[in-house]
């Protein structure tokens, strides 16, 4: 998300991805997803890059509706709207 104002932002929209929560709900398995060695090691990759940037910046907000696989196999994470406030939808307070 790009944001433009304090209350106003624009949404990108990701390509050839879903998200955990969506991937359980079709009752696929991440096995199914993650069937080739380049998607396993992108998978992989990304995981190890997430859990320490997550950790070291303290992002909240961790769970399956905004975690997303792509088609190659790379995790990303959506919504932060915990990374910058404790309070989503209030805005930063400085």
Known sequence: ?????HDSGII????????IDQLRKKGSTLKAVLNTKSK???????LVAYSLI??????KDRHNGNIMIKN???????????????????????
């Open 1 to 5: 998300m790009l944001p433009l104002s």
């Open 12 to 19: 990108e929209f990701i390509r050839d991805a879903i998200t």
């Open 40 to 46: 396993q090691r992108n998978f992989l990759n990304s």
């Open 54 to 59: 997550t950790y070291f910046l303290q992002v």
């Open 72 to 94: 190659d196999g790379s995790l990303l994470h959506i919504d932060y709207g915990f990374f910058l406030t404790n309070m989503p939808g209030k805005g930063v307070e400085l």
